[in-house]
């Protein structure tokens, strides 16, 4: 995906938002949570044996006859997450499933270009879950969106290797049956950060009049007679909002953030409104 | 809650079609959702292969089976216990005369049989459900059909207003059969009558409920009435009306029979008696009337008598028609003393010259000659005069059997016993034999001649024919056969129900157009011919019989029924019905039409309803 033209535009454009929280991970752009070798002042202390007397400040010595140690805030590559649902339903519309790959690619290029090493993690039914590095993300072009299995069941049943104190961005739809509080305070627990990007097609946040249908669930394949009518369509959108709603509550309280786009905006639209608006992305 | 048309829940056969079309036909066209739970339907859960559904309980098929379900009951037409019971009420009401009577007996209320019949039919039908339905028949020689069939209930009694029942003793199975055919098998049947028939005599429908509303009451009736003109039918012997007065009730009466005629406009009393009438008592009475008046309307009246049509007679002053016979044989023959004195003791007929005579009675051999149509002759042999002829003759003994045409009314009441029937001869022409003896016809009606002719094959110096009663009683009828073929009534008054026949001239009788009948009920019409009949006459009064404006005969029609007019035998009482019928009623249409209309809009507004649902 790092190939793709409006990917490649898009991280020309953007970098990842500030982190508010420092990450661990090895020596790299970003910061980190303790001390460490950048140039950036933290504090003094007390020289204790071991520590690196290239910190050790000479003039401080000299005025008070203590050996103290500059401490400066340690710099660190962050280790970044990238949750992407390949489930049917996010290729429900071809837009969706373009728009997820699109963004999977466009935060592991940001998040490689700032030295952090990003790993795509496609929910699929192949146990155990496949990473992609940073190398591998071109794959996610013909990655086949098939996977049934929902990413509040995978989390449920342990199958995704989260790995502490990283940044953890989440492309899903949400649109499966979930508690969002216990999912969300899942996709939290032990990241340092939490994104959480909810992809849903133009027809799924606004859907228009159809008439009768035999709506089918594409992972469930469950089906249900239904007019599509004002009225169904009303009853549909209070059921999303209260979903949308549910997730943000669960995000507020676990410091994540969360954004809804719609598949058929594209990319940089999406990145411009969107991202952008919600602090994960700022213009670089 | 029963169904007019069970057939009509068939259609109920479309609620779960409509529910399979729901169930297996895919009417929505497939549209993948990324989630389906969010759209709050209840959800069908497939797999590969062919497996059970759960009816989507959409409000398209609610409605649609809404309209189904209405569509049938309108179908079947519903019908609430009320409608159930409508029924069909046939009455046969006795339409004898004595139905007509007063019930003297009842203090103040002299309301007549008819009227207490009528009051209870009216009790009845006001008791019947709504949306029944009523048929009146009248029970006569003929039955007839007074009010509907299936006449609305509120018409019923008022179809009566007019009804007067006159009707001589008859038979009344007839008008029960007529009714319980109109009744078909869910009609109730009920007999309203005066007197409760005989279990058992009669035929009675065993599902005919009876309700006599008679008494016995008392009675006076004329029961034979006629008027004559004198003995021998000639005017100027003077008339005389004779009738026969008869107490029928249980105590002795006193009556005032009174007799008048027309007089230009007014009514001339031509005669006023007192009689006292013991119980049971019949009294011949004869009075002497003058000649001319034409008609007499005689009646009797008493506080003792409950039926006024039988104490009233009409009578017409009969006309003369006396049959004008010419004897043309020899003075010296034997059979010219012989029929002088047997018309002599016969009424009804004067002398005529042969050429205007209705009868002529002459030789035998002399008869052939003549021709002319209208007149009737009688021939008495020899019919071959001359000597050879006369020794051939053959004379039969009185032990001869004789064979006699006893279909023909000229041998009405000849007997022929022991006579001797001499100087038979060979008959020479076509002939029907009326009287034969062996192979040798003794009275034979010619054929070859267009009048009506008679031939005597006898020699009367030779037999004792002249000497029996056979005789007269022979020329007697050839006198009445003839009168009857002349033009004119016979009689001029009748019982009812007896037939009336007269004979039209030849000018009359070779019209087109029909004649007309005036007089009782309506005016009816009369086949015209040279033989007219009338039968039937069940009212009694004066008619007349018109060719266009031309009267060609008038008498009267009184009713005289000994056995109808008997009312001591009257009973009151009722008589449940036998057989319990089909109470399960009928259906009336007109009263709930309007639950059928109501049900067509509900459909349509159900069907609106599915499409507007569909629509949105």
Known sequence: MRSDADVRRAADTYQLGLLRVPASGRAGDLLGRGTGSSLEFQEYREYTPGDDIRHLDWAAYARSDTLMVRLYREEISPRTEILLDTSLS???????????????????????????????????????????????????????????????????????????????????????????????????????????????????????????????????????????????????????????RGLATACRRAEATIVTVEAESGLMQVCRDDLCGAGILRVA | MSFANPWGLMALAALPAIAAIHLFHRRYPRFEVSGLHLWGVAQMTHTPGRRRERLPITATLILELLAALVLALALARPQADA?????????????????????????????????????????????????????LVESGRRPALLFGPRGHTAEAIGSLERWSPQSVGHDAEPAWNLADQLAGETGQLLYLTDTLPEMGQFNLPGRMEVVSVGEPQPNLAI????????????????????????????????????????????????????????????????????????????????????????????????????????VTLSQESVGRQQVGRALLALPGWTPSGAADADLVIGEASAVASKTEPQQWRLGIGPVDESKAARKQAVDLSDRSAYVLEKRHPLLEGVVLGGVIWGGVQELEFDFTPLITSGTRSLLVQRLD?????????????????????????????????????????????YRVTEDVRFRLDEQSAEGEELLRLEGGDRPRQVARGRL???????????????????????????????????????????????????????????PYTWLILLAIVMVIGLALGDWQVLRR
Not at chain 1, 98 to 103: F, K, N, T
């Open chain 1, 90 to 244: 996010m290729n429900v519309v071809a837009a969706k499933s373009l728009i997820a790959r699109q963004l999977a690619g466009l935060f592991a290029t940001l998040a490689g270009g700032v030295g952090g090493s990003p790993v795509v993690i496609p929910l699929t039914e192949q146990r155990p879950l496949e990473r992609l590095g940073l190398d591998q993300v071109e794959r996610l072009v013909e990655w086949p969106f098939t996977a049934r299995s929902t990413l509040a069941e995978l989390m449920a049943d342990g199958s995704v290797p989260l790995k502490p104190r990283s940044i953890r961005i989440v492309i899903s739809d949400f649109l499966f049956p979930h508690d969002p509080e216990t999912l969300v305070k899942q996709l939290a627990s032990s990241a340092s950060t939490l994104w959480v990007v909810q992809v849903l097609g133009s027809w799924e946040a606004d859907p228009t009049v159809l008439g009768g249908r035999r709506l089918v669930d594409c992972e469930s394949a469950a089906e249900a007679d239904l007019l599509v009518n004002r009225s169904s369509i009303d009853d549909y959108i209070q059921r999303l909002h209260r979903l949308q």
């Open chain 2, 83 to 135: 409608v159930n019971r409508s029924v069909h009420l046939v009455v046969v009401l006795d339409g004898s005369a004595s139905m007509s009577a007063r019930r003297l007996t009842a203090g103040g209320d002299l309301k007549t049989f008819r009227e207490l019949a009528i009051d209870e039919l009216d009790s009845r039908v006001r008791e019947l459900p709504s949306g029944s339905v009523v048929t």
């Open chain 2, 223 to 326: 029961t034979a009435a006629r008027w004559m003109i004198g003995d021998g039918g000639l005017p100027d012997e003077g008339s005389t009306v004779h009738l026969r007065l008869v107490n029928l009730g249980a105590g002795s009466a006193t009556a005032t029979l009174t007799a008048t005629t027309r007089d230009g406009q007014q009514d001339r009393t031509v005669l006023e008696r007192q009689v006292e009438l013991a119980a049971g008592e019949v009294l011949p009475f004869e009075a002497e009337v003058p000649v001319g008046i034409g008609q007499l309307d005689v009646s009797l009246a008493s506080d003792r008598d409950a039926l006024e049509l039988d104490s009233h007679v009409r009578l017409i002053e009969p006309v003369p028609r006396l049959v004008r016979v010419a």
């Open chain 2, 449 to 493: 001649s267009p009048s009506t002719q008679f031939v005597l094959n006898i020699d009367l110096a030779r037999s004792n024919l002249t000497d029996t009663p056979d005789w007269p009683i022979l020329l007697s009828n050839l006198i009445e056969q003839c009168r009857d073929s002349r033009p004119g009534l016979r009689r001029v008054n």
């Open chain 2, 532 to 590: 007219v009949e009338i039968s039937g006459l069940a009212r009694p009064a004066y008619y007349t019989v018109h060719d266009d404006d031309r009267q060609v005969a008038r008498f009267a029609v009184n009713f005289q029924d000994i056995d109808e007019s008997t009312l001591v035998g009257l009973v009151a009482g009722e008589r449940p019905a036998v057989v319990d019928g089909d109470s399960a009623g009928f259906e009336a249409d007109s």
